[in-house]
């Protein structure tokens, strides 16, 4: 627990260090882009506890980040003042909807941002529980064809929903203010705070997944990814630990989708689409599959490369790449704990270990 | 008293009558083997008791309670550990982790409270590990605890698996062939474990081919062909037993 907390404590100079580099070399502007790293690597730690420590494939987290972020964008864009009745006027009494200004001077009344996120975080992990179940009982491919299905689906329903806007997506989408003074949000004058904010988030989802890799049940999960039915006969409930790491996966890319559709302002039916599910799993796999820090490093490096643009028109060909290579030649990952040994191993076979 | 009772216990897959229609006791505090040639059906027995298959037929009392149509992890919670033919141990995790994992039902963190390290994890994960340290004393494993698991010498790898399931704390346990592909030494060794396994009040059910084990250390012996059992009693008897003999000295793949 001490060395897990001398880590988070170097990650977070390490995030404040890359901070001050760009506000002295003057490449302040990169800040959004190191946001937007920040709140994928949410979604990507979250998958990375399921598919690398549990071993539960899945190609649809997009889905869930897309629930998140639709849900939170429509409420709070959604211009409720229009239907009127009892049940809005009690709403706004609640203070669930809040008026404030559109951008043409006139006034909306929209569910504020808080209810809004919370309603769309429970929305995806109810979505999780109920397609989990039938869906987790499936193995290997299996599993990550009904998942890939998962994720066609989102992206066609809100590619062909008029309310979310088709193709063009919700913008619009107010700032999410979370305390009093600190807001997430892309203006400009709010960049360096919105910067900390995101990594704050991605921080604390740290903490709560290196604590749980570390405990009682994180050693279940990892029982369930080496030998399933000898982890049923010590007692664990395989079925039931896969489905709440399902959820607890979905929930961190609901999050992340609601927080960085606050931060851009918007979302689009791009953000449910197959390949950013194809992209998540890669950077999973070359993290290292079971290696938290491994994931957050190189989610960090590819989605500020890709953001941006350094792979041009190949991004998303890239990614997929990436994940055919790994697949093909270091299944367990590329960051994966045993590298340097077998490094060592390479370099001087004649001190290696015998394989038993 | 019958700590065990199995009851009429039937299953067949497709064409083949793996286990027909087999009832047995096991005391409390017993060493009970089972034995019989490839394909008798014990294997197959000890998937039915333990929840990884479910019966077509039959009835399986255990301290009381009927179990049968449980799952695998509600049994072992009832206090039914076991281990298998081929040894599963899990990959990438230390030997003192593998039977951490064995400790599973002996502690409470669940998703959220794990997640936030809550201060009641500390005192249940000590006490856990101290229990498991034991436990490898026991087994005379204490200078392989942080070594991988699956790394260790084939006979070793059994041991660890027996100690993972002696983690549950059971009432009984059940052992597939815990001395297959074992050398004498070792197989000694195992049958001496079990013996002292005994001694800590627990039921041991055994599945096993190395006939002097299972004369050395058994209390009784059922003795299953083509899913029947043909004999039941104590090893003395079992080894006199002429239907039994026929079995053994009329099959070739014994």
Redesign the interface.
Known sequence: MRKQGLQIAGFAVVVAAIQLVTSVTGNVYHLTQLTMSAYYSLVVLGLCILTGYAGQISIGHAGFFAIGGYLSALLTTHDFSVHGGPVVSGLAAMGILTRRPDLYGGELLTVHPWPACIFAVLTAVAVAYAIGGPVLRLKGHYLAMATLGFGIIVYRIVLGTELVGAADGIYNVPAFPLLPGIAVSGKFSLRVMNYYVAWVFVILGMVFLLNLVHSRVGRALASIHGAEDAAEAVGIPTARYKLKIFVVSAAFAAVAGVLLTHYNGGIGPSESSVMKSVRYLAIVAIGGMANLWGTLLMSLLLNFLSLRGYFGTFDDAVFGGILILIMLFAPDGLLRRQLFEELKGAVFPAGGEKET | MKLLSVRSISKRFGGLQAVDNVSFDVPQGAIKALIGPNGAGKTTLFNLL?G?LRPDRGSVVFDGAEVLGL???QI??RGM??T?QQI??????TVL?NI??????H?R???VS????LPF?RK??SS?RETCREILEFLGLSGQADAEA?????GQQRIVELG??L??DPQILLLDEPAAGLNIRETAKVGKLISRIRERKITVLLVEHDMSLVMDISDEIVVLSYGQKIAEDKPASIQEDPEVIQIYLGESDA
């Open positions: 333990s990884f799952m695998p992890h072992a919670a550990a076991r298998f599963r141990l899990f990959p990438k995790m982790d951490l994992v064995g400790r599973h039902l502690s963190g669940g998703f794990c997640m936030l390290h994890l249940e994960e856990a699956v790394r260790l010498p084939y993972r399931a983690a549950l």
